[in-house]
């Protein structure tokens, strides 16, 4: 896997960069915001360790700038921030996953792997799982001989859902990672699109349908 770390404390980027090359994964190291978004946009990762404080641009910055421009990569925050209202922070601003400083290497190995797992399987153009399969070129969601078009809203909750599956999709990040941070949509517009996918879901004959977690938000769930 092919992994960004974003630190500015060289020592420790360059220690994390072992343990993940140890364990057989590629790493690069970008020591400020700014530089950090330069390779996200222009580097095929895997996965990205953001910290929150950073030279430039901090790490919420960067999350927010990411998800603004619909880049759905995943996000585990690594990071001396500790608060529950920190960790809230990063996750409803776009993070996967967060891991404070300091941190055994086996636990960070571990969210990594478990991060790597939970991904629906990217191939090419294509994003797979279970029985589904989202082109990105055609905007279209296919199951078996099925297949149905996607609007840009319901295309972009698709891609999110179906990249990393496992996750809980809280009303506030869908309106940020598919509307944008600066939009106006609010949870109707939501639910309206997510009912929508779930009419796509049923015609398809899909054994994934999304759940919806009262007060907490919508996960992908196969029946059985």
Known sequence: MNILIVEDEKDLAEAVKHILQKAGHSADIAGDGLLALDY???????????????PGLDGLGVLRQMRSEKIPTPVLML?????ISDK?????????????????????????GAMTRRRGEVV????????????????????????????????????LMLTDPSMVYSKEVLITRAWGMDSEASDNNVEAYVSFLRKKLRYLN????IRNLQKIGYRLEVSS
């Open 206 to 209: 899909s054994c994934v349908t």
């Open 124 to 159: 090419l153009n294509e994003i797979r799982y279970v029985d589904l399969t989202l082109d990105l070129n055609k905007v279209t969601l296919f199951c078996g001989t099925r297949s149905v078009q996607l609007s840009p809203k319901e295309f972009q909750i698709a891609r």
């Open 79 to 83: 990071t001396a921030r500790a608060e």
């Open 40 to 54: 996200i946009r222009t580097e095929g990762y895997d996965l990205i360790l953001l910290d929150i404080m950073l």
């Open 88 to 112: 809230v922070t990063g996750l409803n601003a776009g993070a996967d996953d967060y891991l404070t400083k300091p941190f055994d290497p086996e636990e960070l190995l571990a969210r990594v």
